[in-house]
């Protein structure tokens, strides 16, 4: 049977990752890295990298991937020999090749790659509902206007539109999904496939098992 300690979690926007990674980190105690969080924290802690990565965010711009690299190579050595989950990164098939040789030289390597692959009209439909708590970031997909876990103003998220969303689409098409056959093609990935809506503890129950199946 194999041993899971390695994940990657990749999908489109709105495709459930932030429910299943929280599902994966628990269910097989998982550090979980989210390169957005990471690349705030690093911008926030004025790091050289931090510095870097800003000067690309202030334009709109990509952070280039010598750069996200380094932050995650950070991260993974401070995680030593623990088990992690990745949601995120790698973006772009360059990075996975990068993420290949960094934990090749480590003596360790990917264990899975959880592909949430969510139909395009479905997430569409998530987008337009998606309200987030202005205080905590509480996320709901009902209209709701005061946050039931403290009691903060629901609103919608600046980039959930259409036209927001066509374009982080678009990215996604060209960048992360080639990453997912990328990993489909070394038969390391659990496909999700989602094509109507269904509660989270039921897209969680099945993932568990296909994961199950996976390590036999």
């Not at 049977?1 to 990749?10: N, T």
């Not at 380094?70 to 990164?89: C, I, N, T």
């Not at 337009?128 to 997909?141: A, D, K, N, P």
Request: glycine fraction near 6%; charged fraction near 30%; charge should be negative.
């Amino acid at each position: 049977m194999k041993e899971l300690k390695h994940f990657i979690l990749v999908g489109a926007p709105a495709s459930g990752k932030g429910t299943q990674g929280r599902f994966l980190a628990d269910t097989f105690g998982l550090h979980s890295l989210s390169t957005g969080s990471l690349l705030r924290r690093e911008v926030e802690s004025c790091t050289e990298l931090g510095r870097k990565a800003l000067s690309y965010m202030d334009r709109a711009m990509l952070v280039p991937d010598e750069i996200v690299n380094d932050m995650v190579r950070g991260w993974l050595s401070e995680m030593d020999h623990g088990a992690w989950l990745l949601d995120g990164y790698p973006r772009t098939v360059a990075q996975a090749e990068a993420l290949d040789h960094f934990l090749n030289q480590r003596g360790t390597s990917v264990d899975v790659v959880v592909w949430m692959d969510v139909s395009r009209e479905l997430i569409e439909q998530r987008i337009m509902r998606r309200r987030e708590c202005s205080t905590c970031g509480y996320v709901v997909q009902t209209p709701e206007e005061e946050c039931s876990k403290c009691g903060g103003k629901m609103v919608s998220r600046k980039d959930d539109n259409m036209e927001a969303f066509a374009r982080r689409w678009k990215d996604f098409e060209a960048m992360t999904l080639p990453v997912a056959r990328y990993y489909e093609a070394r038969g390391l990935v659990v496909k999700m496939t989602v094509s109507e809506e269904r509660e989270p503890a039921d897209v969680s129950r099945d993932l568990a098992r296909k994961l199950e199946e996976y390590r036999q």
